[in-house]
C-alpha cells in the first residue's frame, strides 16, 4: 500500500513537471532564432541540456508509476540495437571494449521504439558505470522459441517464439543480497546525487508492459547479464518451415550425468532427458559429481555441468573430471557469456555451452551432437 502511495504521488508530480518543463524546452529552441551570440548559445545548450535531463527522468517515472504503453509498431529491434552499439562507440570510454552478437535473421515486435531505446540505454550506462577500469560490453540478440520445459524453470515465461535481447558486463557484479531488490523503485547503489535508483524498475516495467520479463545473472568480481525476452509477433512463414524443421533426437539408452546445485533445474533437466530416451545421474555440487563420475565412470557418456556451484564450482570439477578421464564430454551450463570460454565454445572437442535459461530443444539437439561427436 505504500509503494502504491507513492507511485500514485510520483505519478501526479511527475505529470505536472511535464507540463512545467514542456515550455521551457520549447521557448529555448524559439531563442536560438533571437540570441544568435555564441554566450548566450552556450547559456542555452545548458539550459536545453538540463532540461532533457530533467524530462527523461520524468519519463521514468511515469513508466514506473502508471505503466505508461506508448505507441505500438512493427519495428525490427536488430536496427534499434544497431542505433545503440553507435552510440556506446562514441560515448563509451576505450578501455570498453564492445561486442555485438545481433542475428541477421530476428523477428520483428509490436513495440514502442522509445521506450525499448531507453531500456537498452539505461543497461549499457549500467554496465558502464559497473566497469570503472574497462571490460567488456556484450550486446546479443536472437530467436527463441520457448516451449513448454522452459515456462517451467521460469514462471514469468510463457511458451511462444521471442527475441531475447541481452545486455551483459564484465564489471564488478551484482551481490546476493540485494540482487532481488534491484528492480525495486527508488533502490540504487549508487552515492547520493549519482542515481535516482528509478532506472532499473522503469527497465522491469517496460519489459512487462510489452508482455516481456527479464532474467537477470551475477556473480561478484565476474560480470552481470539481463536477458531481456520480448514476444515475437508471428510471421507466416514461419509456421510454413515448421514442416522442414529436422525432429527432436532422442536417445538410445545413454548414460548422462547432471551436475546443478539448483534443485529445479535439475530435475527438469533430467525429466527431459528421460522423456527422450536417455538415463540419468544427478549431483547437487561439484564435489557429488566427481564421486558419481568416478563410481560410473565407465557408462557415463556426457556430463551436464552448471558453472556456477557452492563447494566446487563448475570449472574446477571440469579440471577434476579431465585429469580422470581426458576424453570426457561436457556441456556447461551458465547465465554468464564469460563462462563459455571455460566450456571451450570456441571449439575443443567434447566441449560445448548452454546459456541459462534454456530451452528442451537446446538441451536435446546439444546432447545429440555432442554425443555423435560433432
Known sequence: QRMESIGILAGGIAHDLNNVLSPVLMAVQLLRTHMPDESSQNMLNILESNTKRGAALIRQILTFARGIQGERVVLQPRHLLGEIEKVM???LPKSVRIVTEIATDLWVLSADATQLHQVFMNLCVNARDAMPEGGQLTLRAQNALLDETYARMNREAKPGPYV???VADTGHGIPTDIRDSVFEPFFTTKE???GTGLGLS????IVKNHNGFINLYSEVGR???FKLFFPALPARDAHGAAGLVEPIPLGKGELVLVVDDESAVRDITRLTLEHHGYR???AGDGVEGVEIFIQNRADIRLVISDMDMPIMNGGAMIRSLEAIAPSVRV???SGLPRDSAMAGKSGQPGRAFLSKPF???QLLRTVDAMLRGS
Not at 522503469?202 to 516495467?205: G, I, K, P, Q, R
Open 202 to 205: 522503469t527497465v522491469s516495467a
Open 192 to 194: 547520493l546525487g549519482s
Open 280 to 282: 540419468v545421474l544427478t
Open 359 to 361: 530451452t528442451a530443444e
Open 223 to 225: 560480470g552481470t547479464s
Open 89 to 91: 562507440e562514441q560515448t
Open 164 to 166: 531475447v535481447v541481452e
Open 331 to 333: 556441456i556447461s551450463a
